[in-house]
């Protein structure tokens, strides 16, 4: 079976754009790959300053996904930093990427735009070659992303096969990977713009369903009469509706569109479709969160297959660079010498 892995930053609590955008494709590919999911705590702290964030979050995250329907025996889930082999081979991949290429990144260039005159941090530059040695470490055959993640993509399979041919000899060392680029399209706000903590438009996850309900009535609409047909296509309410559930916005649609529906009621239906997926994972969201000393088990167990796969990687880096004399090598020494 082959691997799909991909890493979700701990920046903030996952909203429901992370959900319908990102994790629930995500869990669609458990079924048909062997996933490595996993929490890249090392890139947030490129943003991250304050570690009762960096804590909350990881947790956040890890309890969402397994809420959402992560199997933790099947998708091996795990943070980032248990498995420090990955500095090693970003190491080793830094050595064979041209500076000019990190300047060339669009994380790279955006900080220059907005930041008049400074530099960014150095974990700003290097990020895509961590990026890279994460998905390289694990023998990845493709990696679910969303478009902004394209460029990074590139520079891991370039730099994968850079690797097999300067240390390869033909024989190929690491496993050069595919991206798989979500085509849904943005998941909006409140406001009709792209869904974002930032830009404080988000819907939670898990709200209690009183809240959900609160906060889905603040979504923006037109203000025609109750009487009047309406266009879906163009509302907020209706793009959501279509990416939670089809069939109940195929039926909201031709209510619109018929007239003698108002936007409160589409909002209603809505919010019904959504509590009854939320629902149930809203309360294993909730036991789970509450118990951290479990997600840490889940994440320890993850972290230790990962680990494994990362040792048989970078032992053939080592042996392919030259670090390390192959195994094979040591044995005939250590048989003559006897
Ligand atoms: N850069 C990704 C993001 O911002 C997160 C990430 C880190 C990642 N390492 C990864 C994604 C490896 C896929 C594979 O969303």
Request: net charge neutral.
């Given at each position: 079976?082959?691997?799909?892995?991909?890493?979700?930053?701990?920046?903030?609590?996952?909203?429901?754009?992370n959900?319908?955008?990102?994790?629930?494709?995500?869990?669609?590919?458990?079924?048909?790959?062997?996933?490595?999911?996993?929490?890249?705590?090392?890139?947030?702290?490129?943003?991250?300053?304050?570690p009762?964030?960096?804590?909350?979050?990881?947790?956040?995250?890890?309890?969402?996904?397994?809420?959402?329907?992560?199997?933790?025996?099947?998708?091996?889930?795990?943070r980032?930093?248990?498995?420090?082999?990955?500095?090693?081979?970003?190491?080793?991949?830094?050595?064979?990427?041209?500076?000019?290429?990190?300047?060339?990144?669009?994380?790279?260039?955006?900080?220059?735009a907005?930041?008049?005159?400074?530099?960014?941090?150095a974990?700003?530059?290097?990020?895509?070659?961590?990026?890279?040695?994460?998905?390289?470490?694990?023998?990845?055959?493709?990696?679910?992303?969303?478009?902004?993640?394209?460029q990074?993509?590139?520079?891991?399979?370039?730099v994968?096969?850079?690797?097999?041919?300067?240390?390869?000899?033909?024989?190929p060392?690491?496993?050069?990977?595919?991206?798989?680029?979500?085509?849904?399209?943005?998941?909006?706000?409140?406001?009709?713009?792209?869904?974002?903590?930032?830009?404080?438009?988000?819907?939670p996850?898990?709200a209690?369903?009183?809240?959900?309900?609160?906060?889905?009535?603040?979504?923006?609409?037109?203000?025609?009469?109750?009487?009047?047909?309406?266009?879906?296509?163009?509302?907020?309410?209706?793009?959501?509706?279509?990416?939670?559930?089809?069939?109940?916005?195929?039926?909201?649609?031709?209510?619109?569109?018929?007239?003698?529906?108002?936007?409160?009621?589409?909002?209603?239906?809505?919010?019904?479709?959504?509590?009854?997926?939320?629902?149930?994972?809203?309360?294993?969201?909730?036991?789970?969160?509450?118990?951290?000393?479990?997600?840490?088990?889940?994440?320890?167990?993850?972290?230790?297959?990962?680990?494994n796969?990362?040792?048989?990687?970078?032992?053939?880096?080592?042996?392919?660079?030259?670090i390390?004399?192959?195994?094979?090598?040591?044995?005939?020494?250590?048989?003559?010498?006897?």
């Amino acid at each position: 079976m082959k691997t799909s892995l991909t890493g979700i930053k701990p920046t903030a609590t996952p909203h429901l754009g992370n959900y319908l955008g990102a994790i629930r494709p995500a869990l669609k590919l458990a079924e048909r790959f062997h996933t490595f999911y996993f929490i890249a705590d090392y890139h947030a702290l490129t943003t991250v300053r304050d570690p009762a964030d960096m804590q909350r979050y990881v947790y956040d995250v890890a309890a969402t996904w397994i809420a959402a329907g992560l199997d933790p025996d099947k998708t091996v889930l795990f943070r980032q930093s248990a498995v420090p082999e990955v500095f090693e081979l970003a190491w080793v991949l830094g050595c064979l990427i041209n500076t000019g290429q990190l300047e060339r990144g669009h994380a790279y260039k955006d900080f220059l735009a907005k930041n008049e005159g400074h530099k960014p941090n150095a974990g700003v530059t290097y990020y895509p070659v961590l990026m890279a040695a994460d998905i390289l470490l694990y023998d990845t055959d493709v990696v679910p992303i969303g478009k902004d993640q394209k460029q990074h993509l590139e520079l891991t399979r370039d730099v994968a096969e850079r690797v097999n041919h300067v240390f390869g000899g033909g024989d190929p060392i690491l496993v050069v990977p595919e991206a798989i680029i979500g085509d849904a399209p943005l998941v909006p706000g409140l406001d009709g713009e792209k869904m974002s903590k930032s830009r404080g438009n988000a819907i939670p996850l898990f709200a209690p369903a009183k809240k959900l309900r609160k906060t889905i009535m603040r979504i923006e609409t037109g203000s025609e009469p109750l009487e009047a047909p309406k266009d879906p296509e163009s509302s907020t309410v209706w793009q959501l509706c279509r990416q939670l559930t089809p069939a109940v916005a195929d039926e909201m649609a031709d209510k619109l569109r018929a007239g003698g529906y108002g936007w409160g009621h589409a909002k209603q239906d809505f919010f019904e479709a959504l509590d009854h997926e939320l629902g149930p994972m809203r309360e294993t969201y909730q036991e789970l969160r509450a118990d951290e000393e479990q997600l840490d088990l889940f994440l320890a167990s993850g972290a230790e297959r990962a680990r494994n796969r990362a040792r048989n990687t970078m032992m053939r880096v080592r042996e392919a660079t030259g670090i390390r004399r192959p195994l094979s090598d040591l044995r005939r020494t250590v048989e003559i010498k006897k």
